[in-house]
């Protein structure tokens, strides 16, 4: 199920109800997998922090897959080219990444500026691209193959589980893939009239 700017309160009900649905039980949990991004600050923190919980209360290996990579395997194998997945990053920019159809990362995640992507494209990868993504950029004319479907236009969590099936594990903390700084500030407060009288 999709739902969008869900709370940390509101995603373990529904984890318990397609654990139901399915006929599984937590003991029948091998290893658990989260999607690392790059996305949403807020999202991302709060749905490792929520992962790496049930991972350590089951005492299962968590495997972290970047929300691109998740989406390049998506993927149909019969379309050649580098896989390019494609991601609103907000401000006017675009996540992007491309790997080769075996999954090998041949540029790693980042942003750009919407009217760089040709440039940049054209400019560090080699061979035939194939572009996925529900982003505008797939249909305005760009002479790159494109290819939209369900399971690739966004991260789904059917790719994120085949990434994570054979990924090597690794005892290390799993790092969110931020791409670039928040842009949050601390507020600017006027100074604290108590700290003066304590002087």
Known sequence: REQENAHAEGIPPLIDDLMA??????????RLAAGIGPGSFTGLRMGLA?????????????????????M??????EQGG????????????????AYTAEGAEVLAPCAVAR???????QGRLPGPLLLLGRVPELSAGAPFAAHRSAESDLP??????????HAPLDPSPLRPI????????????PPNPLAESER
């Open 72 to 77: 390049a395997a998506a993927a149909p194998p």
């Open 178 to 189: 931020y791409v670039r700084e928040a842009t949050a500030e601390l507020p600017r407060l």
């Open 156 to 165: 789904h969590a059917r790719w994120v589980a085949h990434c994570a099936e």
């Open 82 to 97: 580098l896989r390019c997945p494609l991601l609103d990053a907000r401000r006017d920019e675009l996540f992007v990444a």
């Open 50 to 70: 929520l992962l790496i919980g049930i991972a350590q209360g089951l005492d299962r290996p968590l495997v972290g897959i970047g929300s691109l990579r998740a």
């Open 21 to 30: 649905e399915v006929g599984w039980r937590p003991s029948s949990l091998d």
């Open 115 to 121: 009217g760089a992507l040709a440039g940049l494209l």
